[in-house]
């Protein structure tokens, strides 16, 4: 049965509709050269030593040494929040420097934030990208906490665009 309420809720849905059909196909398609990023990287603590990709790979970078050239953390009310950087050396010349941001409670099993590209070498000069990071605290192979780890995997997703 037809009535005026039903016709005026059915235009209202069918404008919202099509208001977000046209902001959905107005939004910019990622870059040409952009790839995702998906890989994990494991590093020994507390000295951060040369760390290595244990799962995945980065793009034209199949086997680099990876190195935190800075870090630093804080904490307040059981926060704790680590920046800095890590240095892909992929050899030839070419290495790839991101930075970070995480946070973590105390004595957590993970830490979670975002790194972007902030130098870019060889291959990489033009680099640009961000993404997503989670660190799994380590104790031997099996997971641990922020209190008693003696390695972290950091899990890295995102674009990257050469």
């Not at 990023?37 to 030593?49: A, D, I, K, Q």
């Not at 704790?80 to 892909?88: D, E, I, Q």
């Not at 420097?97 to 995480?102: D, G, I, M, Q």
Request: proline share 4%; hydrophobic share 35%.
């Amino acid at each position: 049965m037809f009535s005026p309420t039903r016709s005026a809720a059915l235009r209202r849905v069918l404008l919202a509709a099509a208001s977000i059909s046209m902001l959905v196909a107005a939004q910019p398609a990622a870059a040409a050269g952009a790839k995702p990023v998906n890989f994990t990287v494991h590093e020994t603590l507390p000295t951060l030593g040369v760390g290595r990709i244990v799962r995945g790979q980065l793009a034209d970078c199949p086997n680099p040494a990876v190195h935190t050239t800075s870090s630093g953390g804080s904490g307040h009310g059981g926060q704790m929040v680590f920046n800095g950087s890590k240095r892909f050396d992929c050899g030839g010349g070419n290495s790839l420097t991101l930075a970070f941001r995480v946070t973590t409670g105390k004595c957590q099993k993970t830490d979670a934030g975002v790194w972007k590209v902030v130098r870019g070498r060889g291959v990489f000069a033009s680099a640009k990208g961000s993404g997503r990071l989670v660190g799994t605290y380590m104790l031997g192979n099996k997971p641990g906490t922020q209190c008693n780890a003696d390695g972290l995997d950091d899990h890295y997703t995102g674009m990257l665009e050469r």
